[in-house]
């Protein structure tokens, strides 16, 4: 199994809504990801797992919150968002914990805020 | 600053012209290099790599990219490009070494083929 797999592929809430991205790896991977990329524009860098743990935050709004249950698992909790933030995010892995040997995407979760 | 330049916001070429996408990094030390393809709604696919040794990486779909360190430059390259090629394509570095989790990507270039 060589993918990073998302659900939902598309997914519209209203801005009190609570809804949650699904991230699934099974490659052995030590590291996830959450990108964010608006239409046109390159993927950011919102939250870096590596060995479970959140190493990286950028500075992201705390009405998105990761989770990392397990290796293979990545969540991404929304609550609260404005239509700003309507985009693709994007799921990434990587070998031992670093991104020495590049990421591995999923196919992306397009989301609409309404 | 760590940045990943590239120079082409949009190319368009007829098929079975040559292709080439400038990219330039400003890294510190060492680095990986990456180009990514994205096509029309869909996700980031990994074209090549490269890490270290020869400086000519090939990679999938008749890529390739040459890394010349003294012009700190990775350019991707292809001789005959095809319709199937239309696609948005990012350079993207990372400092080498364990823990370098920020995979710094450029703005994209945009290649349109015509038929």
């Known amino acids: 199994d060589t993918e990073v797999t998302q659900t939902p592929k598309h997914l519209v809430m209203g801005m009190t809504n609570k809804k949650s991205l699904k991230c699934e790896q099974h490659?052995?991977?030590?590291?996830m990801y959450w990108y964010k990329q608006k239409a046109k524009k390159p993927p950011e860098l919102m939250f870096v797992?590596?060995?479970?743990?959140?190493?990286i935050n950028e500075s992201v709004p705390s009405r998105f919150s990761p989770e990392c249950p397990n290796s293979s698992l990545l969540n991404l909790h929304l609550h609260a968002l404005q239509p700003e933030d309507s985009a693709l995010y994007l799921c990434?892995?990587?070998?031992?914990?670093?991104?020495?040997?590049?990421?591995?995407f999923g196919s992306g979760t397009r989301l609409t805020v309404v | 600053a760590q940045s990943v330049s590239q120079h082409n916001h949009h190319v368009i070429l007829s098929e079975a012209a040559s292709l080439e996408l400038g990219c330039n990094y400003s890294?510190?030390?060492?680095?990986?290099l990456f180009w990514y393809v994205q096509y029309p709604g869909q996700h980031l696919q990994l074209l090549l790599k490269?890490?270290?040794?020869?400086?000519l990486v090939k990679g999938i779909k008749g890529f390739e990219a040459e890394f010349i360190k003294s012009k700190f430059s990775f350019n991707l390259r292809k001789p005959s490009v095809q319709w199937s090629d239309t696609a948005e394509y990012f350079c993207?570095?990372?400092?080498?070494?364990?823990?370098?989790?920020?995979?710094?990507f450029g703005k994209g270039t945009k290649l349109s083929v015509i038929p």
């Open positions: 993207a570095a990372t400092r080498s070494g364990a823990g370098s989790y920020q995979l710094t």
């Open positions: 890294y510190g030390g060492t680095v990986n």
């Open positions: 490659m052995g991977h030590r590291a």
């Open positions: 490269y890490f270290s040794g020869d400086p």
């Open positions: 990434a892995s990587s070998q031992g914990g670093g991104a020495d040997y590049g990421y591995t």
């Open positions: 797992y590596s060995y479970e743990k959140l190493s």
